[in-house]
Structure formats: C-alpha cells, structure tokens
C-alpha cells in the first residue's frame, strides 16, 4: 500500500492514496484560529478509518451469512491522553444496522469478530485504548405503527 501528502500552505495538506483518491485535511490555521479548518484532522481521520474497517466488515460478515442488511452506521466517541503524543486512549462505538429480518446473534458475532479479529485498525489502536462497542439492530420489515 502507497500513500503521499502534500503540504499546501498553513497547515493545510492534501493526502492521495496509492489507488488515486485524494482528502484534503489540516487543522485550523494561526494562533487565533482565524482561519477554518481546511478538513478533517489527521487523528479524526484515523478514528474515521477505524470506523470504516469495522463497519465493513461488518456488513461483509452479514453479507456472507446471508442476513438482509440494508445499512450500517457507526457512531464513535473517543478520549486522546492530555499529554504528547496524544494518543487515543478510549474509542467506543455504537453500530446501528439496518435491515429485514436480521439476527440479533448474527449481528453481534460480527461486531465482535471485526473488532476483535479482522479490523486491523481497531487491532493496532488497541495497543493504546480501551476500545468498547454496542450496537442497536433496526427491522426495516416490521410493519408501521397505526
């Protein structure tokens, strides 16, 4: 895998990855913050990535067990030490997973089993966090309330 960032000015850069996409991310420019932040920072990129493995292994778990998902968000809330090098320190994530008729069991074991084993994001920033889930299952099947 191949990745390069280009500093732009302030502290604005643009990272392009070995398959061609690009995200532009910084932190807010000058010591009064007059400037707006130009994206995301690279640590929220990080957390967003943990996100993104976990979520897709999820939804590729279910897939291959043949449940009806239809979405799956992750919603994540995280504490950084206070102090250099400021690593995370608690990531928690609560999955909501959509679909029609889905296993509450089946929905868990792949919650459990992406953070646990196949998320090699989740793996590496548990070196340093307590890293806790839970999930909420919605049934886009069940009928409308009268």
Do not use: N, Q
């Amino acid at each position: 895998m191949k990745a390069r960032v280009k500093w732009v000015e302030d502290r604005t850069f643009v990272g392009e990855t070995g398959s061609g996409h690009k995200v532009v991310f910084g932190t807010v420019s000058g010591t009064d913050g007059s400037k707006p932040k130009p994206g995301p920072s690279p640590m929220e990129l990080v957390l967003i990535g943990t996100g993104g493995c976990s979520a897709y292994d999820v939804v590729h778990i279910l897939e291959k067990g043949r449940e009806a998902v239809e979405d799956c968000v992750v919603e994540m809330d995280s504490d950084r030490a206070e102090t250099e090098p400021k690593v995370f320190t608690r990531i928690h994530m609560h999955f909501i997973v959509k679909g029609r008729g889905l296993s509450e069991a089946k929905v868990a074991r792949a919650i459990d089993l992406s953070i646990e084993k196949y998320c090699s994001a989740s793996a590496m920033l548990a070196k340093t966090a307590t890293i806790t889930h839970d999930f909420e299952v919605i049934d886009t099947g069940a009928p409308a309330a009268a």
